[in-house]
């Protein structure tokens, strides 16, 4: 079983100190310099930690990163961890895993130029979903490095709506998370 783990961040509080998490994960959330990528990646490490609790697993094993992806040194589950606007994902899996989710926005047609799609729409709300797809489903796939089925939800938070792609060869359950 694939689990996808889901959390609001409008419904978090103010942190000014990031020293409850992994001190792998702390290292890494201090070098960013920008307070909302700080914030969300402070945020998806507790997810993070939680999923792993959830699912039976150590997560003070440690992490290590190795060309940009975060895995647990123990090797007991595989997770993938992104977060855009609002919205942070972490999913977790005894198989590869790939996740990506990415707010509905129609600042994502600026790859039309570079990515055409050869279809046509009804109108611009399937097209901005369609490169949506297109988007999360290429960073899903790189994440998850493998040729495995995608499956797509839509996710609402307390104010937008979000697009997210699961790439695992489990099926997958969406979860929730309300307060961490």
Same mark, same amino acid.
């Given at each position: 079983?694939?689990? +996808? ?11 000014? #100190? ?39 697993? #150590? ?100 104010? #937008?709506?979000? +697009? ?17």
């Amino acid at each position: 079983m694939c689990r +996808v783990y889901y959390f609001d961040l409008s419904s978090a509080g103010i942190v000014r #100190d990031f020293s409850d998490i992994s001190p792998d994960r702390l290292k890494y959330v201090n070098r960013i310099s920008d307070a909302r990528r700080k914030y969300q990646s402070y945020f998806a490490t507790k997810l993070l930690e939680y999923a792993l609790k959830d699912n039976g697993v #150590d997560f003070t094993c440690g992490f290590s990163c190795e060309n940009g992806k975060w895995k647990l040194l123990s090797g007991l589950i595989n997770f993938s961890i992104s977060h855009s606007n609002n919205l942070v994902c972490v999913g977790v899996s005894k198989s590869v895993i790939g996740v990506d989710v990415e707010k509905i926005d129609e600042k994502i047609l600026l790859l039309e130029k570079k990515y055409p799609i050869n279809k046509s729409f009804s109108n611009r709300e399937e097209k901005i979903l369609e490169y949506l797809k297109f988007w999360t489903e290429k960073e899903a796939r790189f994440k998850a490095q493998v040729e495995t089925e995608s499956k797509f939800f839509k996710i609402k938070d307390n104010n #937008d709506s979000h +697009v997210l792609c699961v790439v695992c060869s489990e099926e997958i359950e969406l979860i929730k998370i309300n307060s961490l």
